[in-house]
């Protein structure tokens, strides 16, 4: 090509070009782009005019690990107490309810009266959770075989306390802590009571775990409480909130009973990457680990002065376990001066929510609010303020059915042995009849078909719907009539019969598998009629409810085969009650095989760990229960004298 035309190209091809860019001015124009980009590594909206100050810490244990805490301080507060929460379940979000520049605004509802009477209010991140540093252990042994550190939510407690009292660090506070929380939050309490900080004055654990393998969170007596599928992901999926694995359709009736065992379910829902998961499957028995991690045994041997006050919901479907049997430890120990019992008409942690009603129940009074301005803050006030003596009686209870609150200088007021009244039995007799003696000698049997468990709530069912909350108050008339469901009920009472303590099942039977599980609910059958509320007519409450996985019938540490076609006795304590069953009501007592899905199935034959259990070992069982004669199946109830005090009173 020609020079003159090489020429002509480039300067066609320069003239085209897109014009360059100027270079970057340095000066008089403010870099949008910047390093670190536009989250900032702390952000704290500006309340101008707030009555309370937010302080975020780090603070350090004894091994070093810091733990996120959040304090918030009312500008007014001098020479001010501590109320202190430890949680897993996100310390940031605990605290801060609302941006509002009002104290008791942005704090949830349970801390309003804590608000109004002027307290310094602490929320903690548990190690290993959200902000906090360290490794999370779900419920973390305290230091001991199970635990060879030398940190566990005691020691993590006494340090913060260390730190939160040093007038440096918080120079409003007058030197004492008081203790709070509902859950995993009321496990953290009682942890903190093992070996208490002087400046622990005061401690409530509401629903705390205790035991986790006889009656709180993962297993009721052996039965595996599949519906914690969820929380276990959730909880350690993530040092934040796991999400979940989907279960595959909205009823999990047939989700689980799709999947077969248990642990075949967790396998395909990837839950063996969980190293809790695989605890639980690999500790089916209440071996050395559970009864390690018991806090009522922890607790009686090692017995505190700190004034504390237990609060056991009723219907609490999660722990319905833990803080009754702590108490009743630690007053066996002689600690009767300073441990004080509540028991509310709740479910699981209700008490932090709206008290007027539980599910078909409707209280005259708010009894939430009852409790935290009656009970909880004149106890903190008592010994976090020297205030005037909060003149709590040893027990407060709600009798549901006289809708009303109670008070009681001791508990139970009936039970097998140590108490004012011994338990009274009430017999399953000859066609259907329960009665208060033994009838003839006889039986009844029904087919429990693991292909066709009964469920513990009508289907479908479903863990994300809300019904898992009250599900323990529902109507009972969905499963009287099953073919493998036996109900037994007394004649329409003439008389009030009262109840306060725990029922002991007591039931003789025999099964043509080797093993099973056995369901026991003692329940308030309503009258027919009810003009004023018709949906309560017939209704059938259960008032108490537990199930039993037979193989533990002789040792819940070492298992061991039903034989065949032999009566064998399954004696086992049921949740505590405070109840009075009116005139035109009946007593009813219901005996079932399983509560699926809330509780894995039992496959019926005897196999290592139920876990793994296989398809072809789901087998059908006949079950007879034996009534009267030389082996009378029977629910032993804590029936004491009616209380007038109230009738006196009006």
Wanted: aromatic share 10%.
């Amino acid at each position: 090509m020609p020079k003159r035309l090489l020429f002509l190209v480039a300067l066609v091809a320069a003239l085209s070009a897109p014009a360059s860019l100027p270079a970057q001015r340095t000066s008089g124009v403010e870099p949008v782009v910047r390093q670190g980009g536009d989250i900032p590594s702390r952000y704290s909206p500006a309340i101008q005019g707030s009555d309370f100050e937010r302080r975020e810490f780090m603070i350090p244990m004894r091994d070093g690990v810091k733990l996120y805490t959040v304090i918030l301080v009312p500008k007014w507060a001098a020479d001010t107490p501590i109320v202190m929460s430890r949680t897993p379940y996100n310390a940031s979000a605990r605290s801060a309810r609302t941006t509002s520049k009002s104290m008791i605004n942005a704090l949830a509802r349970e801390d309003e009266a804590f608000v109004r009477a002027g307290y310094i209010r602490v929320w903690q991140d548990v190690r290993g959770k959200y902000k906090s540093e360290g490794d999370y252990v779900v419920t973390r042994p305290m230091i001991g075989p199970l635990n060879r550190t030398n940190t566990d939510h005691g020691t993590d407690t006494y340090d913060t306390i260390e730190w939160l009292v040093n007038k440096a660090n918080l120079p409003e506070s007058n030197g004492r802590v008081g203790m709070i929380g509902s859950s995993y939050e009321g496990t953290t309490t009682v942890m903190a009571l093992i070996k208490p900080h002087p400046a622990l004055k005061v401690a409530v654990p509401e629903s705390p775990l205790v035991d986790g393998w006889i009656g709180d969170d993962w297993f009721h007596n052996g039965a595996f409480r599949q519906h914690m599928a969820n929380y276990i992901a959730e909880q350690t999926g993530d040092r934040g909130k796991a999400r979940p694995p989907s279960r595959g359709g909205y009823d999990d009736y047939e989700n689980f009973l799709r999947a077969g065992s248990a642990g075949a379910w967790g396998s395909a829902h990837g839950y063996d990457q969980l190293p809790f998961w695989r605890r639980l499957v690999d500790n089916p028995t209440y071996n050395h680990v559970w009864q390690g991690m018991a806090l009522d045994k922890l607790l009686a041997a090692n017995p505190s002065d700190i004034p504390t006050l237990w609060v056991q919901p009723l219907w609490d479907q999660d722990d319905i376990y833990g803080a009754i049997h702590s108490f009743e430890a630690l007053r066996g120990k002689g600690k009767t001066g300073n441990n004080f019992l509540v028991l509310g008409p709740w479910s699981h942690s209700q008490l932090n929510r709206e008290g007027r009603r539980l599910g078909p129940l409707e209280y005259d009074g708010e009894t939430v609010q009852h409790y935290w301005r009656n009970i909880v803050l004149p106890f903190f006030n008592e010994h976090l303020k020297d205030g005037p003596p909060a003149g709590l009686p040893t027990v407060t209870a709600y009798n549901v059915g006289e809708d009303r609150w109670e008070t009681h200088a001791a508990w139970p007021l009936a039970c097998e042995k140590a108490c004012p009244r011994p338990l009274t039995p009430i017999f399953l007799n000859g066609n259907g009849n329960l009665d208060f003696h033994a009838g003839a000698a006889g039986a009844d049997s029904y087919v429990a078909d693991p292909a066709k468990p009964v469920p513990h709530y009508p289907r479908p069912v479903n863990f994300d719907d809300g019904s898992w909350v009250a599900w323990l108050t529902h109507d009972q008339r969905s499963f009287d009539g099953r073919p493998d469901v036996m109900t037994y009920q007394t004649e329409v009472l003439k008389h009030p019969v009262r109840v306060s303590g725990a029922p002991i099942a007591d039931i003789f039977a025999r099964t043509t598998g080797t093993d099973g599980d056995f369901v026991v609910k003692v329940i308030d059958v309503y009258p027919p009629e009810n003009a004023t509320n018709p949906k309560m007519g017939g209704y059938q409450l259960p008032i108490s409810l537990e199930i039993f996985r037979g193989r533990y019938r002789k040792s819940f540490e070492h298992p061991s085969p039903i034989p065949p076609g032999k009566v064998q006795q399954y004696k086992f304590r049921m949740p505590t009650v405070n109840h009075t069953f009116q005139p035109g009501h009946r007593i009813m007592i219901q005996i079932q095989s399983s509560l699926f899905p809330y509780y894995d199935r039992n496959p019926q034959t005897y196999v290592p760990n139920i876990f793994h259990a296989k398809s072809s070992d789901y087998q059908a069982a006949t079950v007879t229960l034996m009534r009267g004669g030389a082996n009378p199946s029977r629910v032993w109830l804590p029936i004491v004298p009616i209380d007038r005090s109230a009738e006196a009173a009006r």
